[in-house]
């Protein structure tokens, strides 16, 4: 007789790869979406003709998709396609100037020449450290559990000898003396939910991260990834269930027994795999008190990452000058950083991520228009914007800008429009105040120090995604699943897993 399912809350790419990664272990699972379609972040908009990513979508480390599928005998490429991107991204300044951040070295090399000769040596420092970091950072602890104050302790020799208790600007800046290459080269951590003057050098590593496997875009959008995994999962026997979002996660003697869902339903289990935000679970799902350790006022502690607009627009016409990925940075970096981080104030100006996919896929769009979403890092919820009322005022402002500045015609052109506000994170997408990435990555917010991987108030609870240990990105949500499997037990009755549906093609 079968033993109940593991029930895996939410279907982000860090729900759907420990959906994965369980069943290859012979788990029963069932993956509960509040959600009208999968992906939770990385949900797809449908409109007028026009497919808009709603939330990641720089793929880097793909290879760790690979692994889920080769976890059950699939290969990957036959499910979805990754295209390499270049530039990675293009960062321009206000006075026009800009930078292709690329993969190759020599090309890199000659660009921070171009700004400061001086540099370039620098940079080869830089990188070669970033390189270490990375070799500990990332290939010795992204998939490592950190439930005791011990594992912590373990690792802070290193932290120190590689002088990770900097700030990433802190630690560029030793090697870097032009300003505008320090932004080209602190930004990163923005794509964590970081903020580069905050956030602890260890996430220079993604910056090696980035040169040792390249910048990808998935044919079809981020959302085709979401297809090609629940495809998968349909095929080796696991459900996804969409519009059942959960309640309740029901505890008894300590131990998560079953969840209820909006429709009053309940569903026993062997455990929870949540890859809804830690803070949303605690607070609003397990009751106070079956909670010893993370309690309201101790969840209400923690330092939460910034806030997103997100704008989507379809255009008549096209930009072929236009990279897949643009930073646009704003006249003022550390002040507005602190606007949005420390003062939780909409700024009059702003720094902008211009993602223009149909440089790639111009399936995305109909034929001859172009498919746009522009990003604005704002505040949270705690910054008490009504977004309601000024939303649409700063989409406009923001196209206005643009139509000014980098993608000339535009606002003549614009056929179809939407946009998405930190309410919108903080109501469907359930995540804390509106955080758009969890915790915000500082050093007392990493490893040990974030939501652990094994909930310490309740058996049979765990946690993937960006809020629990490593962090957010691509790459650290589908190392959470990873470090899963160190930290929960194997079913105690095997479900076999069906063996592929077809020939697929010999690894290369």
Known sequence: MRSDPVI???????????????????????????????????????????????????????????????????????????????????????????????????????????????????????????????????????????????????????????????????????????????????????????NPFRAPAIYALIHWLERKWGVEFAKGGTTAIVGAMVRLLAEIGVEVRCNSPVTE????????????????????????????????????LVAARHRRWNRDFVVEQRKLSMGLFVGYFGARGTWPQLAHHTIILGRRYRELLEDIFERKILADDFSLYLHAPTRSDPSLAPPGHENFYVLSPVPNTLGKIDWEAIGERYFATILDFLDAEHVPGLKDSIVTRRHITPQYFETTLRSHRGAAFGPEPLLHQSAFFRYHNRSEDVAGLYFVGAGTHPGAGMPGVLSSAKVLERVMPGPQQRVPVPGPTRVTRAAS
């Not at 026993?268 to 949303?280: K, Y």
């Open 8 to 194: 895996v809350i939410g279907s982000g790419l860090g729900g759907l790869a420990a959906a994965i990664r369980l069943r290859a272990r012979g788990h029963q699972v069932l993956v509960l979406e509040g959600m009208d379609q999968p992906g939770g972040r990385a949900a797809v908009f449908k409109q007028d003709g026009f497919s808009f990513d709603a939330g990641p979508t720089v793929v880097t480390a793909s290879y760790l998709f690979d692994e889920l599928f080769a976890l059950v005998g699939r290969d990957r490429r036959d499910y979805v396609e990754f295209i390499p991107v270049d530039p990675f991204y293009r960062v321009v300044f206000p006075d026009g100037e800009r930078f292709d951040y690329v993969g190759d070295e020599d090309r890199l090399l000659a660009q921070i020449a171009a700004f400061n000769p001086r540099d370039v040596d620098g940079y080869r420092k830089l990188a070669d450290h970033a390189r270490r970091i990375f070799d500990v950072g990332y290939t010795q602890l992204v998939d490592k559990p950190f439930d005791r104050f011990t594992d912590m302790l373990k690792i802070v020799p290193d932290l120190v000898r590689l002088g990770c208790w900097r700030s990433v600007y802190s630690w560029v800046s030793q090697y870097i003396a032009d300003e505008r290459l320090r932004q080209v080269f602190t930004f990163q951590p923005l794509l964590i939910g970081g």
């Open 249 to 284: 996660i029901e505890v008894e003697a300590g131990r998560a027994v079953a969840v209820r869902t909006g429709d009053g339903a309940r569903i026993a289990c062997s455990a929870v795999v949540s890859n809804a935000d830690p803070a949303f679970v605690y607070t609003r």
